[in-house]
Structures are given as structure tokens and as C-alpha cells.
């Protein structure tokens, strides 16, 4: 069975998150979304952790099941399915090595609650766990990494958006040019790293050193509609074979993810932005408006050709210079990645109107309540299917994003990219032939 995962969430407890992240929330979301296992995020917030053990219960698969009292938003019907919780959350460290000051942020995946109380004991002893969602401490990410690995059987930790320019293990700004310059002789224990919104496992193979690491994905979420941007897929009927064990796990379960992440078997694709769509994919200068190809950032000695200033170094400049194979190299023995642009942005596009418009939140609402989740809309239904529900441009709009067939002005500093999938001719042609037939 394959079924999709979003790891890396944030709580209401974190820093420009939405009020309605809760767990309530996270719980119907997940159903719109098309999501069956989901991350808690920032269980490390003493609150987030209170609320983590009144509202959850663990079931049999170390993954935790909301309790039924709190079951009562209100599901279409052609979404309704089983979400699990997973415990995860994520810790950002700044410290000096090297004679560089490092920031880097780490996601972390827990089997149980006392696995969870244990991390946050040690980590409390380190710094203020409380002021934040995802707590910032003076701690080297290879002492995290090793914390992680002395609390409990089955931890993990991955590097979160492995390429940002400012937090995260690879980014120009404060991150290190390879894993083991990281974490040393520990590097073994890193199995995974998060691509982010701004990169792809398409850029990511252009690194011999990351063939044996695994690319996954997830959204980041800070509010509920953001939930499943990204996510990672897996399939139950390939299932992992854990050390010590004859037979393969072939339930949802803590262990499978774990072990699919590890061993790549059950572990069946990412579902991924456009990483043209990401904000830090170009270099550039938000304040001035300036957005740069890594070519064009050489060229002007990686200034900013307005002002003067240094300008932020993108994801797929970083790329470019730790990269030894080409633009185009495909791993043979890498799952597939499906690159797609959120249903509401594409609704927005056909309709001319802003993403949060109420016209959009309507549309998609009725579409979800008509064809079931999002990415079943996205991924696998037949355009007509769509079209029906629909109108001819949305069914269009969604073919062309399947086949990678659209225009994206990258993002850059901090700014989202702009997405174009339909020109103005176009628009006429697609309305005129439906009105002949």
C-alpha cells in the first residue's frame, strides 16, 4: 500500500506560525491533504509536549492516533482516512567549528513519549527549550547527533532543508561543504537529509557523495493549508528489512518509516515544489529587487549590482560548487520525484486572482469535496475526471504542471518564485474549443 508522509511541521508554538496549528487541525488537514502519517513538530515545547500527551494515544506501531473527542472537524467524505502522528521535531544550532560561525537545523524523529522526555531533559540542561517551537542552542549538530543517538533505539536525525542559505548543513552562509566535515566520525548515523523547497533529488544527485544518502521531503508547515506541499511516499508492498529480522515490516508504522528512510527499500518517492519555486533557489538581493543566476553573481564579484551589498547565495549556486557531475546526471538506483505546485496556487492561476482570494478557498474546497484529497487530485486522476468537476482550464493547468510545463521566474533572498502556466492565448484557445465541442 503506498501511503504519504510530511515529517516536518511546526506547532502554533513556534515563530510566525499560524494560531490554528493544533492538533485538531493537523488532524483534518492531513485528510484534505491526502497525508496519512504526520509529523508533531516541536515536541521539544514543554506546552506542545503537554498537549502531545493529553490529546494522543500510541498505538501498537510506536505512531499516535487522536483521540476521538477531538475528532470533531468536520471531513468531507471523500477524504476520510486514517492520520497517524509521528513524534518529530526540529532544533537549530549555532555554534563555531572550523573558525566559522555554523547554523544549522536538524530534524528529529522519536519512537515514543519517553524517548521524547528524555531528549528534552538533556536538551533543557543545554539551553531554553521553552521560549521557542523549535529551540535555538549554543550545540555543536554533531554533539546534538550524538544526544539523539544515546537517548533511545530507533532516534534519527536528518538534516532539515539541507541547501538554505542561512540554516542548514550545506548552506553558503554558515553551513560546511560536506556531512563528514559536520559530523565527523558520526556521519555514518546520517542516513537522510531534507532537500528543502529550493532544491530537488535531481540536484542533489550531482553529488557522488550523497548517493548513498537518502533525498526526502517535507513541507515545513507553518499553517495548516501548507501541510503536504511536500512530502515523501512509501509503499508498504516493498517493505525494509530491519537488522535481525527474516521477515520485512509491512504495517504503517515508526519502524517502517525509519527503516525505509535507512535502507531505501519501502521508501517509494518524494512529491516536491518546482524548486524554482523556492525562495532562496536564485542568488540575490530581496531589498532591491535584484535576482541573479549563479553566473550573473560572478560576474558582478557576488555584490549586488544596485547597492553595492553582498548578495545571498542561493540553493542552486551552492549547488553548482559542490556538485562533480553534471546538470542532467540521473541515479540510476534513486526513487522517482513528482514535482508539483499546490492545487490552490493552481486554482489561482486559472482565475487571475490571488491564492488566498476567497474565490480560490471556495473552488479548491468544492473540488476536495467532490474528487477526495489534494494530492489524489494532483498525482493521479484522469484530467477529464478533473475537467468535469471543474472547468477545461484547471484541467489544463493540472496536466501541464504533471509534465513539468510551466514557467517559473525563480525565487530569490527570501521570495517566493512567481509561477506563469497558462499565456493569455492560451487562455482564449482552451476557452474556445470547449464552447465548439
Known amino acids: 500500500m503506498r501511503f504519504f508522509a510530511d515529517l516536518h ?35 521539544t515545547h514543554p506546552q506542545w509536549y503537554k498537549e502531545l500527551n493529553d490529546k494522543l494515544d500510541i498505538n501498537n506501531n510506536n505512531l499516535l492516533e487522536i483521540k476521538d473527542k477531538y475528532t470533531y472537524n468536520s471531513i468531507f467524505d471523500s477524504c476520510i482516512n486514517k492520520v497517524s502522528f509521528m513524534l518529530t521535531t526540529e532544533v537549530s544550532c549555532i555554534y563555531s567549528k572550523n573558525g566559522r560561525v555554523r547554523k544549522i537545523h536538524s530534524l528529529i524523529f522519536v519512537p515514543d513519549f519517553a524517548a521524547a522526555s528524555k531528549l528534552n531533559h538533556a536538551l533543557s540542561k543545554i539551553g531554553n527549550i521553552s521560549s521557542d517551537g523549535r529551540p535555538i542552542l549554543g550545540l555543536d549538530a554533531k554533539t546534538l547527533l550524538k544526544i539523539v543517538l544515546d537517548i533511545s533505539h530507533g532516534t534519527m536525525l536528518v538534516p532539515a532543508h539541507a541547501w538554505t542559505p542561512h540554516f542548514s548543513v550545506f548552506g553558503a552562509s554558515s553551513g560546511f561543504d560536506s556531512l563528514e566535515e559536520c559530523f565527523d566520525e558520526l556521519t555514518p548515523n546520517i542516513h537522510a537529509i531534507e532537500t528543502g523547497l529550493s532544491s ?75 524548486p524554482e519555486e523556492g525562495k532562496y533557489h536564485y542568488d540575490g538581493h530581496r531589498s532591491c529587487g535584484v535576482n541573479l543566476s549563479p553566473e550573473d553573481t560572478m560576474r558582478h564579484h557576488y555584490l549586488c549590482p544596485a547597492c553595492g551589498k553582498k548578495v545571498t547565495v542561493g540553493v542552486m549556486h551552492r549547488v553548482e560548487k559542490l556538485a562533480d557531475r553534471e546538470d542532467g546526471f540521473k541515479l540510476s538506483s534513486a526513487p522517482p520525484f513528482y514535482s508539483l505546485i499546490p492545487l490552490q496556487e493552481i486554482i489561482a492561476e486559472t482565475k487571475k486572482v490571488g491564492v488566498s482570494s476567497k474565490a480560490v478557498t471556495t473552488d479548491y474546497l468544492q473540488l476536495i469535496e467532490k474528487l477526495g484529497n489534494e494530492l489524489k487530485i ?60
Do not use: C
Not at 513556534?14 to 496549528?21: I, L, V
Not at 493544533?22 to 509529523?39: F, H, N, P, R, Y
Not at 557523495?209 to 509503499?235: C, Q, V, Y
Not at 519502524?255 to 518524494?270: L, P, V
Open 200 to 274: 530537488n533529488p535531481a540536484m542533489n544527485w550531482r553529488l557522488s557523495s550523497l548517493d548513498t544518502i537518502t533525498l526526502i521531503s517535507n513541507s515545513d508547515a507553518h499553517s495548516p493549508a501548507k501541510i503536504g506541499r511536500e512530502a515523501n511516499i512509501f509503499d508498504t508492498s516493498n517493505p525494509p528489512l530491519p537488522p535481525f529480522s527474516k521477515g520485512g515490516i509491512t504495517d504503517i508504522s515508526y519502524e517502517f518509516i525509519t527503516n525505509a528512510i535507512k535502507t531505501r527499500q519501502g521508501f517509494a518517492g518524494t512529491v516536491e515544489f518546482f
Open 378 to 437: 494532483l498525482i493521479d486522476l484522469p484530467l477529464d475526471e478533473i475537467e468535469n468537476a471543474s472547468s477545461p482550464l484547471l484541467a489544463e493547468a493540472i496536466g501541464r504542471v504533471r509534465s513539468g510545463n510551466v514557467h517559473i521566474a525563480p525565487g530569490y533572498d527570501g521570495e517566493y518564485g512567481k509561477i506563469k502556466i497558462l499565456e493569455e492565448v492560451e487562455r482564449r484557445e482552451i476557452k474556445e474549443q470547449r464552447t465548439l465541442f
Open 9 to 43: 511541521i511546526h506547532s502554533r508554538f513556534s515563530r510566525a506560525t499560524s494560531k490554528d496549528m493544533s492538533l485538531e487541525s493537523l488532524w483534518k488537514w492531513a485528510q484534505i491533504k491526502g497525508i496519512s502519517v504526520i509529523g508533531t513538530g516541536d515536541f
